[in-house]
């Protein structure tokens, strides 16, 4: 047979690529779960991370089914939470529904354009509230997530992730230990003009609210820098640090001021029956 | 027979990919900061040569000569996502680990390389072995040169403490690429200086 006929090459090249094409598609069909299910044990393990619920390499040794089941067994409550701090929606936290890195990236669109976001919120039965952050490292986007005590102000701990930093240099958000180690204890406050800082140089004595950046990874250090303050910002509502939203938090429209806060324009002296609703089940749980 | 053993032991030292043919330098700086991931590069180079050259050798009678590169590409492409999808299924950290390199094996050279010189002239069996063994002659040098990276630059070996348990600095540069070029660059010099009949004149 003459392989070099034009009509025998334009077969046979076709033949080729949907064999191939076939090949492919059932092969990605056939993984699809396993490798949708091993995704969202990662991010569950670095969320158990970042709660102090044992290391990340602990959890990879464990298997993703060990994972899930301490997930379900410790999570009180998955929220998402738009803007003004509200829950707009319930995570089920018995299928282990969780954002993944790809939804992480979409809000964090929106965050930057100022749009409405739809941010989730994991609490854990022993009160620790565990949000996500995204942003640009030096080479690629870089995530992860920071804990806090259910005063919402003090970080318990920390994990982060990213797809291409150096390895050894900005790579140590991940690798090393010390650098995660660092959050434990810090807080998170509003009142300065970034909630977080991670500080080039070494963060000033005393300061509650900074770290010091990774020696030869200023880029990845101000990436994550940040990035966790744009996240932080946009969770700011509900953190209670918000300007936009002093007023004691449970205010939305149509609301009176329940005058907790003294920053706010309509101070008033009794809260309003709605915050005073709130105020009471907030306390009685 | 032996014909056979020299297909199989020649790519490994005398005429090794890296050193001798210098074919897929790129990543092989990448990917040896540690053991692990090196190992798991290796291996997955080794399926993709072996069985590229194999599919290759097949259907070598009936690829129409004037396409035939764009159908190795095919084969080679088909392979890589075969291993990267099988990783990202049953070794999940690994995969994140060597992220885009495994599908950049689609570009290495000894892949491609040696399709085109051995197995569209050879019989299926002879292909698959030396495909197998080329892969083997990167990996061989990919873990050598991240055995001293990772000794060097972060104290361990797989992941476990050595030198980083006695108390040992470490070493910046052995992280970043330049010094695997550099150390390529020693395993290079050790081969000439042992194999005089490499050395130009």
Redesign the interface.
Known sequence: MN??SNV??VI??TV??VL?AA??AF??QT?KP??EA??KA?TISQILTAAQFGEKSEW?AKGNTAVLDFYKENIAEAIVINKAGEKVATLDTQSSEVYNVAKLKAQNYSIKDGSEVELPVYIFKNGVTVLPIYGAGLWGPVWGYVALQDDLKTIVGAYFDH??E????GGKIKDDPAFRAQFAGKSVDFADAKPFAIVKGGAPAGKTNAIDAIT?ATMTSNGLDQAINNWLNAYGSYLGGSSEHKCCGHCGEGHECCGECADCEKACDEPCEACQAADSTSTAE | MGKMKETILNPIFKGNPITVLVLGICSSLAVTVGLKGACVMALSVIAVTGLSSLVCSLIRKTIPNRVRIIIQLVVVALMVILVDQLLKAFAYAIDKQLSVYIGLIITNCIVMGRIEAFALGNKPIPSLLDGLANGAGYGLILIVVAFFRELFGSGTLFGYPVLSAIGYTNNGLMILPPMALILLGCVIWIQRSIQKDLQEK
């Open positions: 392989t070099n025998y090459t046979y090249t080729v690529c191939v090949v492919l092969v990605s993984l396993k490798q091993n995704e990662e990879a797809e291409s150096t390895p050894g240099l030869g």
